[in-house]
């Protein structure tokens, strides 16, 4: 029987479509010289604030933590980026605008062209661990045209946890099969087509910095490989 | 104080953005051409079908059901009318593609544009009893320009019961205040309104036939009452 045809493109966000490591340190960066922050690299704590992503999920993955919110894992990993910085004073409103930079994020390049080629013929949806209000705000922020906001909140789940994957295809309706992860990064592809998803690897090889040294290539063997969306727009047939 | 600024328009979606009552019996008289059903009216088909939706969705606030998709609900009803009307021998995949017939509604003339203004200043999200896939498939067959489906499946409950709005506004991380309940039904305002939102009353006067006896005006003081989604933007300025 031939492969039921592909209906959706389910996206991972952060790295895969915007560019997280320099929107927050340019954010940071900004943030810190509106409030005479001396002596802390913004890539540096840029790259903090993300080390603390995963670990924050794994407590919700492992049950340590109900679920909650990207939001609000980002702001427990601020407060402890703050204090090891000794970073201090801060209004809470200040808090709260550097801890919506994750709303702020730039896309890559080929990001806006490539989904609007590629919602012509698809579905495209986030599948994201970023929340329904991060993404909506970092969509209309940055003219990313979804059809549709899923992910964690809606699932109820982090990635790369099954139902994170089978509750996505059953919320749009649709068979695994007719689902096709799209990301930049291997063990989320892995997950999804353990699910019985179909899966297109983005390259994105600088979203590390420039000594990236994971994810450097499509290390399985995934239904499509691209080096941006506007790429694997051209491999589907989108005009 | 001020009244905090609108960030979010929340959109009821039958009769307030699509003529479910037209494009069901326009569907249905397809249907029953097809597979030669005789002697049923597809407009009366379509209103006792759509009778049924309250009465079924009481069933889960009520807690007799548990949580359960619209289109599932949907479903039950048609199975119930088909014995109704003595309609038997359909292949399984033909009722299907009948029960999603709510998948391909209409919108009303102003809808698209209206939105699509609107959308320039707002975020635009569903509040319907609908679920994911049927907002989904609605707004790629109707040009539907969401930002973001809400709605039942993402909050768990039916409208008019409280968490069904706060629980979207939480998803759109906005207080209550910050979001403007939009719809042609002055029930669902008012619940609306109850749990701090803003409301606009929409005028769809031929939501339930020529004859229609209720929501044919704004029974309360609404914060903005229209005849169209393009009066809203122009009340809005909304260029």
């Not at 340019?26 to 993300?50: L, M, S």
């Not at 969509?139 to 990635?159: C, F, M, T």
Request: aromatic share 8%.
């Amino acid at each position: 029987m031939a492969a039921p045809e592909i209906k959706a493109l389910t996206f991972d966000v952060f790295g895969t479509v915007v560019d997280w490591r320099s929107s927050i340190a340019r954010e940071a960066e900004t943030f810190f010289a509106d409030h005479g922050i001396k002596g802390v690299d913004p890539v540096e704590f840029a790259v903090a604030w993300r080390a603390l992503y995963n670990p924050s999920m794994q407590r919700v993955r492992s049950g340590e933590l109900p679920f909650t919110k990207l939001d609000v894992l980002h702001r427990m990993n601020l407060d402890e980026l703050l204090r090891r910085y000794d970073i201090g004073g801060l209004a809470e409103d200040d808090i709260d605008h550097l801890n919506r930079a994750w709303h702020r994020l730039t896309p890559w390049p080929d990001s806006v062209e490539g989904l609007t080629r590629l919602k012509q013929r698809f579905i495209i949806a986030t599948q994201s661990n970023g929340n329904i209000a991060l993404m909506v705000n970092m969509a209309k922020n940055a003219g990313l045209p979804w059809d549709v906001i899923l992910g964690s909140e809606v699932v109820r789940h982090y990635k790369p946890c099954p139902d994170a994957y089978i509750n996505c295809a059953d919320a749009l309706g649709l068979p695994p099969e007719s689902c096709m992860m799209t990301a930049a990064h291997n063990n989320d592809l892995v997950a999804a087509s353990q699910q019985g998803f179909r899966t297109a690897f983005v390259l994105r090889p600088s979203e590390h910095g420039p000594d990236q040294a994971t994810d450097t290539k499509a290390e399985h063997d995934f239904d499509y490989v691209a080096d941006s969306f506007t790429g694997l727009a051209d491999q589907l047939g989108c005009p």
